[in-house]
Protein backbone atom coordinates (compact mmCIF):
# COMPACT_ATOMS: atom_id res chain seq x y z
CA UNK A 1 0.00 0.00 0.00
CA UNK A 2 1.04 3.52 -1.02
CA UNK A 3 0.88 6.06 1.97
CA UNK A 4 -2.16 8.10 1.93
CA UNK A 5 -0.48 11.20 3.34
CA UNK A 6 2.06 11.46 0.34
CA UNK A 7 -0.93 12.46 -1.76
CA UNK A 8 -1.38 15.68 0.11
CA UNK A 9 2.75 16.06 0.66
CA UNK A 10 4.45 19.38 -0.40
CA UNK A 11 7.66 18.02 0.29
CA UNK A 12 10.86 20.77 1.09
CA UNK A 13 14.38 19.12 0.14
CA UNK A 14 17.22 20.31 1.86
CA UNK A 15 21.03 19.76 1.75
CA UNK A 16 21.86 20.05 5.12
CA UNK A 17 25.39 21.66 5.13
CA UNK A 18 23.82 24.54 3.32
CA UNK A 19 20.95 25.53 4.90
CA UNK A 20 20.90 27.52 8.13
CA UNK A 21 23.41 27.57 10.93
CA UNK A 22 21.98 27.20 13.90
CA UNK A 23 24.70 25.76 16.15
CA UNK A 24 28.02 27.48 15.71
CA UNK A 25 30.32 25.74 18.46
CA UNK A 26 29.95 22.00 16.36
CA UNK A 27 31.17 23.76 13.23
CA UNK A 28 33.47 21.13 10.99
CA UNK A 29 36.61 22.31 10.92
CA UNK A 30 37.91 24.59 7.73
CA UNK A 31 34.04 25.88 7.84
CA UNK A 32 33.85 28.49 5.18
CA UNK A 33 32.09 31.81 5.44
CA UNK A 34 28.74 31.62 4.60
CA UNK A 35 28.29 33.71 1.81
CA UNK A 36 30.78 31.96 -0.44
CA UNK A 37 30.28 30.17 -3.81
CA UNK A 38 30.86 26.60 -2.88
CA UNK A 39 33.51 23.75 -3.93
CA UNK A 40 33.00 20.55 -4.07
CA UNK A 41 35.28 20.13 -0.30
CA UNK A 42 33.93 22.96 0.88
CA UNK A 43 31.50 22.96 4.67
CA UNK A 44 29.65 26.06 5.77
CA UNK A 45 28.22 24.17 9.12
CA UNK A 46 24.85 24.23 8.31
CA UNK A 47 23.38 21.95 10.99
CA UNK A 48 19.48 20.06 11.92
CA UNK A 49 19.31 22.52 14.68
CA UNK A 50 19.42 25.49 11.89
CA UNK A 51 16.69 23.46 10.18
CA UNK A 52 14.31 23.11 13.33
CA UNK A 53 14.57 26.94 13.93
CA UNK A 54 13.35 27.65 10.44
CA UNK A 55 10.51 25.68 10.45
CA UNK A 56 8.15 28.71 10.74
CA UNK A 57 9.85 29.76 7.32
CA UNK A 58 8.92 25.84 5.86
CA UNK A 59 5.65 26.01 7.26
CA UNK A 60 5.22 29.35 6.10
CA UNK A 61 5.47 28.52 2.31
CA UNK A 62 2.77 25.49 2.99
CA UNK A 63 5.41 23.06 2.63
CA UNK A 64 4.35 19.86 5.23
CA UNK A 65 6.90 17.54 4.75
CA UNK A 66 11.25 17.28 4.41
CA UNK A 67 13.60 15.29 2.79
CA UNK A 68 17.22 15.81 3.97
CA UNK A 69 19.99 14.83 2.13
CA UNK A 70 22.31 12.16 3.82
CA UNK A 71 22.80 13.11 7.70
CA UNK A 72 24.78 10.13 8.98
CA UNK A 73 28.16 10.35 10.13
CA UNK A 74 30.60 10.98 7.12
CA UNK A 75 33.87 12.95 6.46
CA UNK A 76 32.15 14.67 3.15
CA UNK A 77 29.96 17.79 3.19
CA UNK A 78 27.60 15.88 1.25
CA UNK A 79 27.55 12.66 3.56
CA UNK A 80 26.89 9.77 0.47
CA UNK A 81 29.78 8.29 1.92
CA UNK A 82 28.75 6.98 5.57
CA UNK A 83 30.94 6.15 8.60
CA UNK A 84 28.05 5.29 10.76
CA UNK A 85 24.69 4.48 9.79
CA UNK A 86 23.43 4.70 13.54
CA UNK A 87 25.17 8.14 14.10
CA UNK A 88 23.87 11.49 12.97
CA UNK A 89 27.19 13.06 12.28
CA UNK A 90 28.24 15.72 14.85
CA UNK A 91 28.49 18.77 12.65
CA UNK A 92 24.72 18.43 12.08
CA UNK A 93 24.04 18.05 15.88
CA UNK A 94 24.07 14.18 16.73
CA UNK A 95 21.10 11.99 16.81
CA UNK A 96 19.81 14.40 19.77
CA UNK A 97 19.68 16.86 16.52
CA UNK A 98 17.53 14.45 15.12
CA UNK A 99 15.29 13.53 17.44
CA UNK A 100 14.20 17.28 18.32
CA UNK A 101 13.46 17.99 14.77
CA UNK A 102 11.24 14.89 13.77
CA UNK A 103 9.65 15.55 17.50
CA UNK A 104 9.32 19.59 16.47
CA UNK A 105 8.15 18.17 12.51
CA UNK A 106 5.76 16.03 14.00
CA UNK A 107 4.14 19.13 16.39
CA UNK A 108 3.17 20.70 13.87
CA UNK A 109 1.91 17.60 11.56
CA UNK A 110 4.71 17.36 9.34
CA UNK A 111 6.86 14.48 8.35
CA UNK A 112 10.31 13.63 7.37
CA UNK A 113 12.27 10.83 5.30
CA UNK A 114 15.54 10.21 5.35
CA UNK A 115 18.52 9.87 2.55
CA UNK A 116 18.94 5.84 2.90
CA UNK A 117 22.90 5.42 1.20
CA UNK A 118 22.91 1.80 0.43
CA UNK A 119 24.74 0.87 -2.31
CA UNK A 120 28.39 1.96 -0.74
CA UNK A 121 29.80 3.96 2.44
CA UNK A 122 33.01 5.37 3.59
CA UNK A 123 36.24 4.30 3.28
CA UNK A 124 36.34 4.94 6.79
CA UNK A 125 33.63 2.53 7.26
CA UNK A 126 34.77 0.42 10.35
CA UNK A 127 34.15 -2.60 8.37
CA UNK A 128 35.64 -1.68 5.42
CA UNK A 129 39.01 -0.59 7.51
CA UNK A 130 38.41 -3.80 8.83
CA UNK A 131 38.88 -5.42 6.04
CA UNK A 132 41.55 -3.79 4.80
CA UNK A 133 43.51 -4.51 7.94
CA UNK A 134 42.92 -8.12 8.23
CA UNK A 135 42.66 -8.86 4.65
CA UNK A 136 41.07 -12.14 4.28
CA UNK A 137 40.43 -13.06 7.72
CA UNK A 138 38.47 -9.81 8.29
CA UNK A 139 34.50 -10.76 8.66
CA UNK A 140 33.96 -8.16 6.69
CA UNK A 141 36.23 -9.23 4.27
CA UNK A 142 32.71 -10.46 1.85
CA UNK A 143 30.66 -7.77 2.34
CA UNK A 144 32.74 -6.13 0.12
CA UNK A 145 34.09 -6.87 -3.43
CA UNK A 146 37.70 -7.14 -3.42
CA UNK A 147 39.77 -8.73 -5.76
CA UNK A 148 43.18 -9.84 -5.00
CA UNK A 149 43.95 -11.23 -1.45
CA UNK A 150 44.24 -7.65 0.18
CA UNK A 151 42.37 -4.29 -0.42
CA UNK A 152 44.53 -1.80 -2.73
CA UNK A 153 43.18 1.56 -3.49
CA UNK A 154 46.44 2.72 -4.94
CA UNK A 155 47.18 3.44 -8.38
CA UNK A 156 43.76 2.13 -8.93
CA UNK A 157 41.20 0.45 -6.63
CA UNK A 158 40.78 -3.33 -6.50
CA UNK A 159 37.65 -3.17 -5.00
CA UNK A 160 33.43 -2.54 -6.38
CA UNK A 161 33.18 1.19 -6.12
CA UNK A 162 31.17 3.59 -7.02
CA UNK A 163 31.45 5.44 -10.20
CA UNK A 164 35.15 4.14 -9.86
CA UNK A 165 35.65 6.67 -6.71
CA UNK A 166 37.89 4.81 -4.14
CA UNK A 167 36.49 6.43 -0.86
CA UNK A 168 33.10 5.07 -1.82
CA UNK A 169 33.61 0.95 -1.58
CA UNK A 170 30.48 -0.55 -2.85
CA UNK A 171 28.69 -3.29 -0.42
CA UNK A 172 28.64 -6.77 -1.97
CA UNK A 173 24.89 -7.38 -2.39
CA UNK A 174 25.40 -10.82 -2.98
CA UNK A 175 26.06 -10.96 0.80
CA UNK A 176 22.97 -11.70 2.70
CA UNK A 177 24.19 -10.36 5.72
CA UNK A 178 25.13 -7.14 4.34
CA UNK A 179 20.99 -7.05 3.70
CA UNK A 180 20.33 -7.61 7.46
CA UNK A 181 22.54 -4.74 8.37
CA UNK A 182 21.20 -2.45 6.04
CA UNK A 183 17.92 -3.66 6.98
CA UNK A 184 18.16 -2.74 9.89
CA UNK A 185 19.16 0.73 9.66
CA UNK A 186 16.32 0.83 7.65
CA UNK A 187 14.10 0.05 11.13
CA UNK A 188 16.57 1.55 13.65
CA UNK A 189 15.71 5.00 12.71
CA UNK A 190 11.95 4.50 12.00
CA UNK A 191 11.58 2.62 15.32
CA UNK A 192 13.36 4.59 17.29
CA UNK A 193 13.15 8.00 15.91
CA UNK A 194 10.01 7.79 14.22
CA UNK A 195 11.11 9.08 10.86
CA UNK A 196 8.14 8.63 8.09
CA UNK A 197 9.94 6.97 4.98
CA UNK A 198 12.98 7.03 3.46
CA UNK A 199 14.37 8.08 0.07
CA UNK A 200 16.85 5.61 -1.44
CA UNK A 201 19.99 6.68 -3.44
CA UNK A 202 20.89 5.48 -6.37
CA UNK A 203 18.15 2.83 -6.64
CA UNK A 204 18.98 1.81 -9.84
CA UNK A 205 22.48 0.17 -8.46
CA UNK A 206 20.05 -1.91 -6.19
CA UNK A 207 18.98 -5.39 -6.31
CA UNK A 208 15.00 -5.46 -6.76
CA UNK A 209 14.76 -8.17 -4.71
CA UNK A 210 16.58 -5.76 -1.20
CA UNK A 211 14.80 -2.73 -2.46
CA UNK A 212 11.36 -4.57 -2.17
CA UNK A 213 12.92 -5.69 1.33
CA UNK A 214 13.51 -1.99 2.34
CA UNK A 215 9.77 -1.03 1.24
CA UNK A 216 8.49 -4.34 3.68
CA UNK A 217 10.98 -4.06 6.58
CA UNK A 218 9.88 0.29 6.65
CA UNK A 219 5.98 -0.69 6.65
CA UNK A 220 6.65 -3.36 9.07
CA UNK A 221 7.67 -0.31 11.11
CA UNK A 222 5.24 1.63 10.38
CA UNK A 223 2.81 0.80 8.14
CA UNK A 224 2.29 4.47 6.55
CA UNK A 225 6.06 5.00 5.68
CA UNK A 226 7.00 5.76 1.89
CA UNK A 227 9.94 4.62 -0.09
CA UNK A 228 11.03 6.59 -2.41
CA UNK A 229 13.67 5.56 -5.01
CA UNK A 230 16.17 7.82 -6.89
CA UNK A 231 15.66 6.16 -10.48
CA UNK A 232 16.50 8.69 -13.36
CA UNK A 233 15.03 6.38 -15.94
CA UNK A 234 11.51 4.98 -16.65
CA UNK A 235 10.82 2.98 -13.35
CA UNK A 236 8.10 0.90 -14.33
CA UNK A 237 9.66 -2.52 -13.38
CA UNK A 238 10.34 -1.09 -9.99
CA UNK A 239 6.80 -0.49 -9.65
CA UNK A 240 5.83 -3.78 -11.44
CA UNK A 241 8.02 -5.15 -8.83
CA UNK A 242 6.39 -4.02 -5.65
CA UNK A 243 9.79 -2.51 -4.87
CA UNK A 244 8.79 1.36 -4.22
CA UNK A 245 5.90 3.45 -3.54
CA UNK A 246 6.90 6.14 -5.84
CA UNK A 247 9.96 7.33 -7.40
CA UNK A 248 12.25 11.19 -7.64
CA UNK A 249 10.31 12.24 -10.66
CA UNK A 250 13.41 12.88 -12.74
CA UNK A 251 11.50 11.36 -15.95
CA UNK A 252 9.23 14.00 -15.92
CA UNK A 253 11.85 16.62 -15.04
CA UNK A 254 13.60 15.81 -18.44
CA UNK A 255 10.06 17.00 -19.92
CA UNK A 256 9.87 20.02 -17.58
CA UNK A 257 13.34 21.10 -19.11
CA UNK A 258 12.58 20.17 -22.78
CA UNK A 259 9.31 22.06 -22.73
CA UNK A 260 9.59 24.83 -20.25
CA UNK A 261 13.59 25.93 -19.81
CA UNK A 262 14.62 25.09 -23.05
CA UNK A 263 11.69 25.52 -24.83
CA UNK A 264 12.67 22.69 -27.40
CA UNK A 265 9.83 21.07 -27.19
CA UNK A 266 6.10 21.92 -28.27
CA UNK A 267 3.62 21.88 -26.00
CA UNK A 268 1.89 18.67 -28.03
CA UNK A 269 5.43 17.26 -27.12
CA UNK A 270 5.18 17.81 -24.18
CA UNK A 271 1.92 16.28 -23.07
CA UNK A 272 2.49 13.56 -25.36
CA UNK A 273 5.63 12.51 -23.30
CA UNK A 274 3.78 12.73 -19.84
CA UNK A 275 1.03 11.17 -21.08
CA UNK A 276 3.23 8.12 -22.15
CA UNK A 277 4.67 8.21 -18.53
CA UNK A 278 1.27 8.70 -16.98
CA UNK A 279 0.08 5.60 -18.94
CA UNK A 280 3.78 3.26 -17.96
CA UNK A 281 3.31 3.89 -14.05
CA UNK A 282 0.50 2.19 -12.22
CA UNK A 283 -1.73 4.99 -10.91
CA UNK A 284 -0.94 4.81 -7.07
CA UNK A 285 2.96 5.14 -8.02
CA UNK A 286 1.31 8.53 -10.37
CA UNK A 287 -0.06 10.17 -6.99
CA UNK A 288 2.13 9.09 -4.41
CA UNK A 289 6.02 9.57 -7.06
CA UNK A 290 8.45 12.92 -5.24
CA UNK A 291 7.78 16.09 -8.40
CA UNK A 292 10.50 18.34 -8.74
CA UNK A 293 12.11 21.05 -10.35
CA UNK A 294 15.16 21.10 -8.54
CA UNK A 295 17.48 18.76 -7.09
CA UNK A 296 20.83 18.54 -5.90
CA UNK A 297 22.19 16.39 -8.43
CA UNK A 298 21.00 18.69 -10.79
CA UNK A 299 21.18 22.55 -11.75
CA UNK A 300 19.22 25.10 -10.38
CA UNK A 301 15.39 24.97 -12.82
CA UNK A 302 15.60 29.15 -13.11
CA UNK A 303 19.67 29.03 -14.08
CA UNK A 304 18.24 25.71 -16.44
CA UNK A 305 15.46 29.30 -17.45
CA UNK A 306 18.33 31.36 -17.51
CA UNK A 307 17.43 33.46 -14.92
CA UNK A 308 13.79 34.45 -16.62
CA UNK A 309 12.15 34.11 -13.92
CA UNK A 310 8.09 34.01 -15.78
CA UNK A 311 9.47 30.57 -17.17
CA UNK A 312 10.16 29.09 -14.34
CA UNK A 313 7.14 30.32 -12.02
CA UNK A 314 5.26 29.01 -15.43
CA UNK A 315 7.10 26.00 -14.85
CA UNK A 316 6.08 25.57 -11.05
CA UNK A 317 2.89 26.11 -11.99
CA UNK A 318 2.36 22.61 -13.96
CA UNK A 319 4.06 21.43 -10.96
CA UNK A 320 1.54 22.52 -8.66
CA UNK A 321 -1.19 21.36 -10.29
CA UNK A 322 -0.38 17.70 -11.44
CA UNK A 323 -0.41 14.57 -9.62
CA UNK A 324 2.35 13.45 -7.14
CA UNK A 325 4.22 15.30 -4.31
CA UNK A 326 5.64 17.64 -5.21
CA UNK A 327 9.29 19.27 -3.82
CA UNK A 328 10.70 22.48 -3.35
CA UNK A 329 14.49 22.61 -3.17
CA UNK A 330 15.61 24.86 -0.49
CA UNK A 331 16.29 28.27 -2.01
CA UNK A 332 14.49 27.34 -5.41
CA UNK A 333 11.22 29.78 -3.56
CA UNK A 334 13.44 32.60 -3.36
CA UNK A 335 15.15 32.32 -6.91
CA UNK A 336 18.29 31.18 -5.71
CA UNK A 337 20.54 30.40 -9.47
CA UNK A 338 23.50 27.30 -9.29
CA UNK A 339 24.35 25.44 -12.38
CA UNK A 340 25.96 21.81 -12.03
CA UNK A 341 26.91 20.30 -8.62
CA UNK A 342 28.43 22.10 -6.86
CA UNK A 343 27.07 24.88 -8.06
CA UNK A 344 23.40 24.47 -7.20
CA UNK A 345 24.42 23.82 -3.49
CA UNK A 346 25.17 27.08 -2.33
CA UNK A 347 24.31 28.25 0.95
CA UNK A 348 20.87 29.58 1.93
CA UNK A 349 21.02 33.44 2.00
CA UNK A 350 18.70 34.47 4.78
CA UNK A 351 18.93 38.45 4.15
CA UNK A 352 15.80 38.95 2.74
CA UNK A 353 16.76 41.65 0.87
CA UNK A 354 18.89 38.76 -1.56
CA UNK A 355 15.29 37.24 -2.13
CA UNK A 356 13.33 37.46 -5.38
CA UNK A 357 9.80 38.08 -3.91
CA UNK A 358 7.98 37.55 -7.07
CA UNK A 359 9.14 34.23 -6.93
CA UNK A 360 8.16 33.80 -3.58
CA UNK A 361 5.24 35.25 -4.02
CA UNK A 362 4.21 33.15 -6.94
CA UNK A 363 5.44 29.48 -4.75
CA UNK A 364 3.32 30.29 -1.84
CA UNK A 365 0.52 31.12 -3.62
CA UNK A 366 0.84 27.66 -5.73
CA UNK A 367 1.18 25.92 -2.38
CA UNK A 368 -1.90 27.42 -1.10
CA UNK A 369 -3.99 26.66 -4.38
CA UNK A 370 -2.42 22.52 -4.17
CA UNK A 371 -3.27 22.90 -0.47
CA UNK A 372 -6.38 24.36 -0.73
CA UNK A 373 -8.23 22.22 -3.72
CA UNK A 374 -8.49 18.51 -3.38
CA UNK A 375 -8.97 17.95 -6.86
CA UNK A 376 -5.29 19.47 -7.25
CA UNK A 377 -3.92 16.75 -5.18
CA UNK A 378 -6.33 13.23 -5.77
CA UNK A 379 -8.45 13.80 -8.89
CA UNK A 380 -7.76 12.72 -12.08
CA UNK A 381 -6.04 14.35 -14.87
CA UNK A 382 -6.40 15.04 -18.43
CA UNK A 383 -4.65 17.25 -21.10
CA UNK A 384 -7.19 19.38 -23.29
CA UNK A 385 -5.51 21.43 -24.82
CA UNK A 386 -1.96 21.63 -26.51
CA UNK A 387 -1.20 23.35 -29.13
CA UNK A 388 2.05 25.61 -29.79
CA UNK A 389 3.32 26.89 -26.83
CA UNK A 390 -0.13 27.02 -24.89
CA UNK A 391 -1.31 23.64 -22.56
CA UNK A 392 -4.39 22.98 -20.56
CA UNK A 393 -5.31 20.26 -17.94
CA UNK A 394 -8.28 19.33 -16.18
CA UNK A 395 -8.24 17.93 -12.80
CA UNK A 396 -11.70 16.37 -11.69
CA UNK A 397 -12.47 15.08 -8.54
CA UNK A 398 -16.46 14.23 -7.49
CA UNK A 399 -18.01 16.78 -8.54
CA UNK A 400 -15.53 19.40 -8.67
CA UNK A 401 -13.63 20.39 -11.68
CA UNK A 402 -10.61 22.60 -11.98
CA UNK A 403 -8.64 24.03 -15.34
CA UNK A 404 -5.13 24.95 -15.57
CA UNK A 405 -4.32 27.16 -18.02
CA UNK A 406 -0.45 27.48 -18.99
CA UNK A 407 0.66 30.01 -21.80
CA UNK A 408 4.15 29.38 -22.39
CA UNK A 409 3.89 31.51 -25.63
CA UNK A 410 4.82 34.86 -26.78
CA UNK A 411 0.99 36.33 -27.47
CA UNK A 412 -1.96 35.40 -25.70
CA UNK A 413 -4.04 32.74 -26.03
CA UNK A 414 -7.74 32.40 -25.93
CA UNK A 415 -9.67 30.20 -23.21
CA UNK A 416 -11.62 28.19 -25.79
CA UNK A 417 -11.30 25.33 -24.40
CA UNK A 418 -13.57 26.23 -20.93
CA UNK A 419 -16.59 24.02 -20.97
CA UNK A 420 -19.37 25.74 -20.83
CA UNK A 421 -20.84 27.06 -17.15
CA UNK A 422 -19.53 29.44 -14.42
CA UNK A 423 -15.56 29.37 -13.99
CA UNK A 424 -13.99 31.63 -11.17
CA UNK A 425 -10.30 32.33 -11.11
CA UNK A 426 -8.77 31.02 -8.39
CA UNK A 427 -6.36 33.68 -8.35
CA UNK A 428 -8.33 36.72 -8.47
CA UNK A 429 -11.64 35.05 -7.82
CA UNK A 430 -13.24 36.60 -10.79
CA UNK A 431 -15.76 34.98 -12.91
CA UNK A 432 -14.27 34.18 -16.28
CA UNK A 433 -16.19 34.09 -19.94
CA UNK A 434 -14.76 31.34 -22.37
CA UNK A 435 -13.83 34.70 -24.41
CA UNK A 436 -11.26 35.47 -21.90
CA UNK A 437 -7.29 35.04 -22.75
CA UNK A 438 -4.73 33.81 -20.79
CA UNK A 439 -1.81 36.14 -21.31
CA UNK A 440 1.38 35.83 -22.62
CA UNK A 441 3.47 33.99 -19.89
CA UNK A 442 1.55 33.78 -17.84
CA UNK A 443 -0.96 30.95 -16.08
CA UNK A 444 -5.18 30.66 -15.10
CA UNK A 445 -6.35 28.49 -12.49
CA UNK A 446 -10.00 28.00 -12.76
CA UNK A 447 -12.65 26.16 -10.53
CA UNK A 448 -16.09 25.25 -11.94
CA UNK A 449 -18.36 27.42 -9.74
CA1 LIG B 1 26.85 24.56 12.71
Redesign the pocket.
Known amino acids: MTPDWVRDAVFYQIFPDRFC????A??PVGTRPWNELPTRQSVF???LI?ITEKLDYIQGLGANALYLTPVFTSPSNHKYDTIDYFAVDP?FGGNSALRRLVSALHARGMRIILDGVFNHCSDRHPFFLDAAARGEDSTYWDWFTIDGRSVESEPEPNYACWAGVRTMPEWNHANLKVHEYLLSVVRHWIREYDIDGWRLDTTDYLPPDFVKDIRSVAKEEKEDAYVVGEVMGLATSWFKHGALDGVMHYRLWDGLVSFFARGDWNAPQFADFVRSIWRSYPNDANYSSYTLLGSHDKPRFLSLCNGDKSMFILASSFLFTFPGAPAIYYGDEIGMEGREDPDCRRAFPWDEAEWDMDILEAFRHLVHLRRQELALRRGSIEFIAARGRFLAIRRVLRDEEIIVAINAGDRPEPLDVLPKGNWIDLSSGVQVESAAFVPRRRFRVLKRG
Not at 21 to 24: R, V
Open positions: NGDHIDGGDGA
